[in-house]
């Protein structure tokens, strides 16, 4: 697919920076030229970027909408059981269009709850399907966990506490079969087999050390040496996953992760808001990438993330939603800017310019979810940008100002209006153009309130639970 989009000015993320009067050309997939001396119409004052990259997500609706507001991690996660997907396919294609009409070119799924409707190599499928109608390049997880079902220890006590009818319903719910560290890896293997390809990137994705055995971390350690595969995991999300970190491995969490050859630079780590100094020394070392997910961590009361002593201390960061934007709207340009907002200093410090953020953002985001290249716009790449309609932003016009300045100080979805990904234009005006993402949302609202009747034994014992997980997580203290 060829094509030329011309705007006031292009932003390459290369030394070249912002050229004035430019316009981009395309053809087969890939940017042939970036041109100065476009002629322009008064009327059309856009500012073209690098599409960005949602580097940590789960392909679920607003878990808002199930009754999981101002929750911890702990107790959220299964509340999010309220949210299991009752079509695998119109789930994840309603989360990427989100993602598209955001201005993401690529969007990580590090899914998490199946929906136990199919094989698990059938819905996989299924979520290609939908990541080829909406246009988007995906990287696909297949999340595993084999301990610490519900809380990160024994649940004997939580248990015990319930009502006899509650706990064989929690039993039921979360306390399962686990895979093998082989099935899990020969599932893997079964996924890359049916999915990836030049716009899918098939990945490992223990859920997180707290929730995954020795066994199964080193095997998958191992086969990711050995095959190349990136890794995606959760790491020190919560507090409490701190406090349980320094029990279970009072040599060091990241420094096991080092050991066993998964911390590379073909690991990706969601959060790490409690990493210590040490630890993003030893993640900078090894190339690892950390994704920073600020609205979620705000919305699960996780704290605040590192992110400028990381940069500092040489880690890659990339930004993701994590399925919970501040507003959850999806809104990726305004989830970019909260980062670079609250990690960029005090007063006359800065930690990057907003041009630097956005370059590094795009770069190691795309890194992280295997799309080729660098992002930036310059012949040879991927044909993957945004057009923003910057005459909206600075709708006062008093006098010139920078247009990344202007993107990071007021942008949010609103202001797109193309979405180019591979040459194919995936949004048009807000409006994804492969799928009809209205009639989408209807349809899985629909099917999720006919849902509801199948949880009406976990909304009985949802109270109880809660208050025994609270218990538990409070008696354990806290670091």
């Not at 109608?133 to 997880?141: M, P, S």
């Amino acid at each position: 697919m060829n094509g030329i989009l011309s705007a006031t000015n292009i932003f390459t993320g290369t030394d070249r920076g912002l050229v004035p009067q430019a316009s981009i050309h395309y053809a087969d997939g890939l940017i042939t030229s970036v041109s100065a001396g476009a002629h322009i119409s008064p009327q059309t004052n856009h500012l073209i970027i690098p599409a960005l990259v949602n580097a940590h997500d789960h392909a679920r609706p607003s878990m808002t909408s199930f009754g999981a507001s101002n929750m911890p991690l702990e107790s959220w996660i299964a509340r999010s059981a309220f949210g299991t997907p009752p079509d695998p396919y119109l789930v994840a294609a309603v989360s990427l269009a989100h993602a598209a009409r955001a201005g993401c070119g690529g969007a990580m799924i590090h899914y998490t709850r199946p929906s136990g409707k199919m094989p698990i190599v059938d819905e996989s499928i299924a979520i290609a399907k939908a990541a080829s109608d909406v246009g988007i390049r995906l990287a696909f997880a297949l999340a595993v966990r084999d301990q610490n079902p519900i809380v990160y220890g024994d649940s004997a006590d939580v248990l015990a506490a319930l009502p006899e009818d509650n706990r064989s319903t929690i039993q039921d719910m979360f306390i399962r079969p686990s895979p093998t560290p082989s099935e899990y890896l020969d599932r893997v293997d079964a996924i890359h087999a049916a999915i990836a390809g030049p716009m899918i990137d098939v990945q490992f994705g223990p859920a997180g050390v707290q929730w995954c055995s020795t066994a199964l971390l080193e095997a998958i350690a191992e086969r990711s040496a050995t095959t190349g595969r990136r890794v995606h995991m959760h790491l020190l999300e919560t507090i409490y996953q701190r406090q349980w970190a320094d029990r279970a491995f009072p040599s060091g969490i990241v420094r096991y992760l080092k050991d066993i050859g998964l911390l590379s630079n073909r690991l990706t780590l969601a959060h790490c808001i409690h990493a210590r100094p040490d630890e993003l020394d030893m993640i900078a070392e090894s190339g690892a990438t950390i994704v920073t997910n600020f609205s979620s961590n705000l919305h699960l009361h996780s704290g605040l993330a590192p992110i400028a002593d990381a940069h500092r201390r040489g880690c890659p960061i990339a930004v993701g939603i994590d399925g919970v934007a501040l507003d959850e709207d999806d809104d990726a340009i305004r989830e970019m800017r909260l980062v670079q907002m609250a990690h960029d200093g005090l007063g006359f410090d800065r930690t990057w310019s907003r041009a630097e953020f956005l370059t590094l953002a795009v770069r190691n985001g795309r890194k992280s979810i295997g799309a080729p290249g660098s992002g930036m716009l310059a012949a040879g790449e991927a044909a993957d940008f945004i057009v923003l309609d910057i005459g909206q932003l600075d709708r006062d016009a008093i006098m010139p100002v920078d247009p990344i300045d202007m993107l990071f100080a007021r942008g949010n979805t609103s202001c797109i209006r193309d979405v180019v990904v591979d040459g194919r234009t995936i949004s048009r005006d807000g409006k994804p153009t492969g799928v009809d993402l209205e009639a989408m949302e209807t349809e899985l609202r629909g099917l999720y309130r006919k849902s509801v009747p199948q949880f009406k034994a976990l909304e009985r014992a949802w109270a109880p639970f809660e208050s025994a997980v609270s218990h538990w997580f409070r008696q354990q203290g806290c670091c």
